[in-house]
């Protein structure tokens, strides 16, 4: 059974960097047959997502163009974990945010637990 | 990008009643949609992935159908802990997408 350990702050000051880590438990992060998500959710935004990693043979990442010039993901393999790091936060990135596993044809079977993320000083 | 709008966007309904949300995409994504139900305070869950196909423990009284650009999910009979509120999800290409959410309440 996977299971999805979310860990971060859940408060972050205008103009600096949410970090958030997504523990792995039941599944490898360097598997070829499933990617990690990154999805938040808010009120005026609804369900979006924000990007991916993966590895084939190599490592790949795909980002919502929205967010495409202030986001990270990153997996770490020695810890079987992945991480989100979203640069200059404002008002806007305030939402709960959710580490997924998607599968080969991509439909989210696994979600982390979310974290509700506020960005204010 | 592709946009994906539910209908309704909320729902009345009595246990024991048969139920159908619509998901439209605004191009095809073949048969690449998926149907969460997420619940207060909760993460999404998995109910019906690729169009049709039940996730595991999901009971059979879900169901899916479609295609290209317009699907439905189905509850033949509420039941008290399906009420909720339903996503629909194309995985056909990136950025991937969801729909604005359908929330289903008690009559």
């Known amino acids: 059974q996977v299971q999805l350990q979310q860990s971060g702050p859940g408060l972050v000051k205008p103009s600096q960097t949410l970090s958030l880590t997504c523990a792995i438990s039941?599944?490898?992060?360097?598997?070829?047959?499933?990617?990690w998500n990154w999805v938040r959710q808010s009120p005026s935004r609804g369900l979006e997502w924000l990007g991916r990693t993966y590895y084939r043979s190599k490592w790949y990442n795909d980002y919502v163009e929205s967010v495409k010039s202030r986001i990270t993901i990153n997996a770490d393999t020695s810890k079987n974990q992945f991480s989100l790091q979203l640069n200059s936060v404002t008002a806007e990135d305030t939402a709960v945010y959710y580490c997924?596993?998607?599968?080969?044809?991509?439909?989210?079977?696994?979600w982390g637990q979310g974290t509700r993320v506020t960005v204010s000083s | 990008d592709i946009q994906m709008t539910q209908s309704p966007t909320s729902l009345s309904a009595s246990v024991g009643d048969r139920v159908t949300i619509t998901c439209r995409a605004s191009?095809?994504?073949?048969?690449?949609l998926n149907w969460y139900q997420q619940k207060p305070g909760k993460a999404p869950k998995l109910l019906i992935y690729?169009?049709?196909s039940l996730q595991s423990g999901v009971p059979s009284r879900f169901s899916g159908s479609g295609s290209e650009t317009d699907f439905t999910l189905t509850i033949s009979s509420l039941q008290p802990e399906d009420f909720a509120t339903y996503y629909c999800h194309q995985s056909y290409s990136t950025p991937y997408s969801f729909g604005q959410g359908t929330k289903l309440e008690i009559k």
């Open positions: 690729v169009t049709s």
């Open positions: 997924v596993r998607s599968g080969h044809s991509a439909w989210f079977d696994y």
């Open positions: 191009q095809s994504i073949s048969t690449y």
């Open positions: 039941g599944d490898s992060v360097s598997t070829n047959s499933a990617a």
